[in-house]
């Protein structure tokens, strides 16, 4: 029987943070059916796929993360959580995560993403990445846009799991956001019920950490 | 630091169970605007309500129950879950629950709930409940039907939290359905994105349980 106490997650403010810049991260995939179309072609060759596909879950799994803090001054005083997101371009939001190399540990495979994507350039100021508790996942059962916080009836082989991690900050720390892309932080009161802007994965956020029990720090 | 491994969650077939029926309980509310008439008179006379309203969050914390086990021959062949709802009348469905009594454990006034509703008549029969992992919190900011999985900033006394928790079975039980309730096992697929059918609370429940790993029994 597992406890059924309340998880409590510690929570800075925005001015416990120092943001710098770094060179641009290009996007692999400027669209959703590019990276599909990418997919495909880098799983295994054609006569292979059958083959490949029966452990295909683990290999790409990927990984999303959460940071929570307040950023807004009207909101800090209410102490309200929010989630950092990366925006490409003027609207499009994504969670900071990527593709595990083959065999490749979850956790190991989602520091080396998000030091790619947020670490400073100098290895020896990496950020302590303290990855906490995985709270979704999301399967896309075939090459297409759609995917489910379960996996399907009748699906055997998934094409995709998307795995979301809460990823604890320390009280100080330093984050490198490369030149082509905006480092947001959205509140939760933002995202929920909000699926046409934040698409299914991120608007339910909200729900999935509503179990936890925020401690905000203050300034 | 919180390992990152996922919960596993044993569900067992429909065959385990056993099903009788007791005498109809009566729902006190038929409708959610009775029930919210009835929370404003209970809570305190109106001279007394600020201060009652200080604690309120404990007072009012609901609980909600998750039973998870394969219904329909057709998707048991594909291990899908299901969720245990109560229907009342043709349509309306709740998960099973209710308010704490002042100054009780959450953990022994859901175990009370569950018995109610489900327990045989004989306290000598009475289901051995596992109360698991809490799974998602719903706040209810005004005497008003909307909820909210977070407390909107401004609001300092919430008049409502919902608490919803697993609720693991054995591998045998016995539960007596009241008479004028229907029992139903709903897959996660029919829940999911269906807020029309279930309201916001029940049809996010596939996003908040698609961290676990369910380890499907066979018959």
Redesign the interface.
Known sequence: ??A????VVAVYPLSSYTFGTKEPKLEKDTSVADRLARMKVNVAPPQDRELVFSHVVPLFTNFSWFLNYELIKE?QE????HILLLQIGNTFCKLPGGRLKPGEN??DGLKRKLSSKLGANSTAHQPNW?????????WRPNFETVM???C???ITKPKECKKL?MV?LPEREYFAVPKNLKLLAV???EL??NVQRYG?VIS?I??????FQFNMISP
């Not at 209410?78 to 959580?81: A, G, L, R, V, Y």
């Not at 909200?206 to 179990?211: A, E, F, G, I, N």
Request: hydrophobic share 30%; glycine share 2%.
């Open positions: 029987m597992v059924a106490s309340s998880s909101v209410h102490n309200h959580p979850e956790i303290q990855i906490g508790e995985c709270v979704a996942n999301w489910y916080p379960y399907p009836p009748h991690f604890h509140p939760l009161f929920y019920d299914p339910t909200p729900q999935q950490l509503s179990r």
